[in-house]
């Protein structure tokens, strides 16, 4: 394929969008995690904000919410503290994804925490373990197993949200091949381009989670056979 | 219909007096509706087409011939690997540099130029890789020996998938396909980035006159939760009435 000196544009925007996804992957998982804990707490009002938080964030559309907090989030900010501050477009779309990705995180988590015995955390207070402790060296060392192939999947999705902050004027892989597709007249090739980019990103992701789950699985290998 | 909505808009508005947002809600109201109108047209058009497409997919998917699955995995392949943005655009403004496509009379006049189909042709493409790789997961989980009971009988390939396979997967991935369909939904606000007035085009065409943007985001964000519960519930109601051999088993 014919780029018209404009492979490096697209490799320059390749390299934002794995700075947004990652970025993005890290406070998503937080939220995804205070989520579940949050489902699973024995106080209501807890329980009851991550199951809106949950249902909210499942009918509404992520380029809907990215605007939302592009231009909402400095109203917000005024209001709360008197400060103008301006967020920009990397900013906006690290909060929106974040907060998309951790709702559907907070589900992933949930039911990875419901399918670690019972036992186990009954043992852990047997031993006189606090609450946090028994989460701590307890659940969390298992819950990354557990949770593995679904936060994989979510991944996948985030790697391709991240096209939607193009909107909002951030110069990652997509608006790249926008601004590319104007200059040359040839939107097909570029837009295929960054088609192809965006596969190539997923096959790589795709190995790679599979290679965290072989490594999460190492302790069951030999009771499946 | 629609001088129905415009006499609702006028009495809301002068029933609202100078309360903000609900002065400009009530103002806007029948572009907003039109915009609720594009979108399930989108959802729902895109939705069928996409179905159609994904029987033939699916059923090559699950071939054994490699000139049959192979054309199906790569489609299949390429529409759930990328993003939906890049499919919409290669439809709306890849396809233009086509000569080909800008001499084909017709179809390029009435269809491909048109962000309306162009928004349908994409959405239904994406949509058919997903729903053919829920179909060929459900053609695999339709019990075993309710297709050797099917053979036994004598039934030929075309009717063992016709008459059982395919009505069992379909039942099968129904749960799945009313996620898939929310899904769309979601997707279909990208249609907005090809200038359709779909409700989230329309808006940003209302916050770009009245520069109320967070009063209509959240609207457009109300509207939106409101027709994904709808499509929940028609799929609730649609499980409830395909799946009532189980009804009486379960009590």
Known sequence: MELHGFGHLLLAGTWVTLQLAFTSLVFGLLLGLVGAAAALSPIGPLRWAAVGYNTLMRGIPELLLVLIIYFGATHVIEWMTGAYVDIGAFTAGVIALSIAFGAYATEVFRSAMLEIPKGQREAAMALGMSRWDSFRYITLPQLWRLALPGLGNLFLVLLKDTALVSIIGLDDLMRQAYVAAGFTKLPFTFYMAAAMIYLLLTIVSMQVIQLLERWANRGYRGARA | ?251
């Open chain 2, 1 to 251: 219909m629609s001088e129905l909505v415009l006499t609702l808009s006028q009495w809301l508005e002068a029933l609202a007096g100078d309360a903000e947002p609900w002065a400009s809600y009530a103002r806007y109201l029948p572009r907003i509706l039109d915009g609720v109108w594009l979108t399930l047209e989108l959802v729902v058009l895109s939705g069928l087409v996409g179905i159609l497409l994904a029987v033939p997919l699916a059923l090559m998917r699950v071939a054994r011939n490699p000139l049959l699955w192979m054309p199906a995995y790569g489609y299949i392949f390429f529409f759930r690997g990328t993003p939906l943005l890049v499919q919409i655009f290669l439809v709306y403004y890849g396809l233009s540099q086509f000569d080909a496509v800008r001499d084909s009379g017709w179809l390029w006049d009435r269809v491909l130029s048109k962000p309306y189909w162009c928004a349908i042709i994409a959405f239904s493409l994406n949509t058919a890789a997903y729903t053919a790789e829920l179909l060929r997961g459900a053609m695999k989980a339709v019990p075993r020996g309710e297709v050797e009971a099917a053979q036994a009988l004598g039934l030929t390939r075309v009717a063992q998938y016709r008459d059982i396979i395919l009505p069992r997967a379909f039942r099968i991935i129904l749960p799945a396909y009313g996620n898939e369909v929310i899904l769309m939904l979601k997707g279909s606000a990208l249609a907005s980035t090809i200038t359709l007035l779909d409700l989230m085009g329309a808006t940003r065409n209302v916050i770009a006159r009245t520069y109320m943007s967070m009063e209509f985001f959240i609207l457009a964000g109300v509207l939106y939760l409101l027709i994904a519960a709808a499509f929940i519930g028609l799929f609730r109601l649609a499980e409830h009435w395909l799946n009532a051999h189980r009804r009486t088993a379960s009590k």
